[in-house]
Structure formats: C-alpha cells, structure tokens
C-alpha cells in the first residue's frame, strides 16, 4: 500500500509560482509512475502532468504546458510540481497519483491508470 501526502499549496497571486512535493511511503517508488491531477467544484478530476518511473518521460496537459514542471528525487521519494505563471484558472484541488508501470519510460495520463491517490492540496490564485 501507498501513501501518498501532498503539500505546498496556498494562495498566490497571478503571475506567481508555487511549488507543490508529494511525499511517497509504503512502497517501491521505482515501481510507480507519478502524475498530478486538478479538480474544481462541480467538474471531473483533470490531468496536469506525469513523469515516469524512470524519470526519463514527462508529459503534460495542453493548457499548462511550457509553466509547470514536473520532477521527482528517487533518493527522497517525491514527486514535484513547479508551477509558473499561475493564472486564476489553475485554482483547484491538487492531488498526486502513483501507478504502476512495466515500462520504465511509460506515463499515465488519465485517472484510471493510478492506484494510489493524495488527500490534495489547495492551490488558489487570485486576479
């Protein structure tokens, strides 16, 4: 079993940067390919990005692509998400996800491809 805990979400004005980690425990984070999913009240759980478990492959969504990053330290067992440039609209719960994969270069990009899910972090960016 995964846990996964999230933190480093806030309030930040347009134009800003925050940096949000997941912490991973309970299980072998080589085995697990990462990814940050955002949801809104009223609306589906989204995909923001994903790295592999080989950390070689990213990939994210079309509207935050070239201002978020994202990264992860096998060493610390986390997985970050450096977001530039926030616009009013990337306010959302965040969560981390951890799935299984075979391929070491593989990514996930829906939901349904992570086992494992963070409690969210609020990230709020005010106009």
């Known amino acids: 079993q995964v846990q996964l805990v999230e933190s480093g979400g806030g309030l930040v004005q347009a134009g800003g940067s925050l940096r949000l980690s997941c912490a991973a425990s309970?299980?072998?984070?080589?085995?697990?390919?990462m990814g940050w999913f955002r949801q809104t009240p009223g609306k589906e759980r989204e995909f923001v990005g994903a790295?592999?478990?080989?950390?070689?492959?990213?990939g994210y969504a079309s509207s935050v692509k070239g201002r978020f990053t994202i990264s992860r330290d096998s060493a610390k067992n986390t997985v970050s998400l450096q977001m530039n440039s926030l616009k009013p609209e990337d306010t959302a719960v965040y969560y981390c996800?951890?799935?299984?994969?075979?391929?070491?270069?593989?990514?996930?990009?829906?939901?349904?491809?992570?086992?494992?899910w963070g409690q969210g972090t609020q990230v709020t960016v005010s106009s």
């Open positions: 996800a951890a799935g299984p994969t075979i391929s070491p270069s593989y990514i996930q990009r829906t939901r349904s491809g992570y086992d494992y």
């Open positions: 790295i592999s478990r080989g950390g070689d492959t990213t």
């Open positions: 309970g299980g072998t984070f080589s085995s697990y390919a």
